[in-house]
């Protein structure tokens, strides 16, 4: 008898477990359960997957009948990736660059080949760097070189703490490179560019904050899709100024492989980053002025204007401005290569800004 209540009581905390895990969308749940998705991000990606975390629910559901609830966290790229490295839960990361999500890896939480796991280096959209400044342009601002002037404040986030201010200072250092200048003087010129920085923000939507509620600063270095939110957002309030030289920004996203084999949401969080490259997908990346990277529907998105200074929304939803000459990471020897020369403890950046 002691034998049938020993296994009676097993086969009850079987079923409890089960329920448990059912209950908790194990293994990506069944039809009619819940799984549960985690999403850690940077700053300036809010709206874009706010309006993407419904568009992917409502496929996952018609496709296997799962609610999929997805939690999204914000901040700065390089803050998310050293929290996520730390324990922050997160199923997927959808960081600014490639070497944030790195960080994320060398913590041993994410497999070797990442870059490779989705098209295009596992970067569903890009985006360039650009000047946000207020309407009329009252400083005049065209190019890098106007940064350097004494009478121009400059706002852009840390780029110890924020992925697109290390954008943002690979692009200005492009530029002067570009110029034919010795590292000397380019370094002579970086120092005076941050020298004129009145505020540097921990991520790229504290700087918008820092340029626009609180007025603060006379040109806004930005990725080019927080600019035009803010022109949408005040329209006739700022316009965006697109320098001569920009640089090809391509953040990068992953699943972070030991968090979803320990909760069971593998196949939901790669679908979940697959269908970032669906066609849907692609047009509300578009329509949060992100460029896509289906060369189709990037085309549709183009616009025919010339011009270098952006006044006003185009009517007819093209907004993307080819003319302009782009750099790409690899010009730096890539992100491992330009992190040690620029970011790290002791490198360029530190020197720059005297710390």
């Not at 004129?196 to 340029?211: C, H, K, P, W, Y």
């Not at 949401?265 to 269908?275: G, I, K, N, Q």
């Not at 490259?277 to 990346?285: I, K, N, P, T």
Request: aromatic share 10%.
């Amino acid at each position: 008898m002691g034998h049938h209540i020993k296994t009676g009581l097993l086969l009850c905390l079987c079923a409890a477990l089960l329920c448990a895990l059912a209950a908790c969308g194990g293994e990506d749940g069944g039809e009619g359960e819940v799984v549960e998705l985690t999403n850690v991000s940077y700053d300036p990606t809010r709206e874009l997957y706010a309006a993407y975390n419904q568009l992917f629910s409502d496929y996952w559901l018609d496709l296997t009948g799962q609610t999929v609830e997805i939690t999204q966290s914000h901040g700065g790229s390089g803050s998310q990736a050293l929290q996520v490295a730390n324990g922050l839960e997160a199923d997927v990361v959808t960081l600014a660059l490639e070497q944030d999500v790195q960080a994320v890896a060398d913590a041993g939480l994410i497999e070797d080949g990442f870059v490779q796991e989705f098209d295009n280096d596992s970067a569903p959209y890009t985006s360039i760097i650009v000047f946000l400044v207020r309407a009329g342009n009252e400083k005049e601002i065209t190019n890098w070189d106007d940064l350097l002037r004494e009478d121009v404040e400059i706002v852009t986030p840390n780029p110890k703490t924020s992925g697109g201010a290390r954008w943002n200072y690979l692009a200005a250092w492009y530029y002067f490179e570009r110029q034919g200048l010795e590292e000397e003087e380019i370094l002579a010129n970086m120092t005076t560019l941050f020298q004129n920085v009145v505020v540097l923000d921990s991520g790229a939507r504290a700087a918008t904050t820092s340029f626009v509620e609180n007025g603060q600063g006379d040109v806004l270095i930005a990725w080019e899709n927080e600019a035009y939110l803010t022109m949408e957002e005040y329209p006739g309030e700022y316009e965006i100024v697109i320098p001569s030289v920009s640089i090809l920004c391509q953040p990068t996203v992953a699943v972070v492989d030991e968090v979803v084999d320990r909760n069971g949401t593998r196949e939901v969080a790669e679908a979940y980053l697959e269908y970032l490259y669906s066609e849907e997908a692609q047009r509300l990346v578009a329509e949060n002025y992100y460029r896509p990277c289906n060369a189709e529907i990037y085309q549709e998105y183009v616009s025919q204007s010339e011009g270098s200074v952006i006044t006003a929304l185009s009517g007819d939803g093209a907004w993307i401005v080819d003319a302009v000459e782009l750099v790409d990471i690899d010009y730096f020897g890539g992100w491992a290569e330009a992190t040690q020369r620029h970011f790290s403890d002791g490198g360029l950046f530190d020197q720059i800004f005297g710390e």
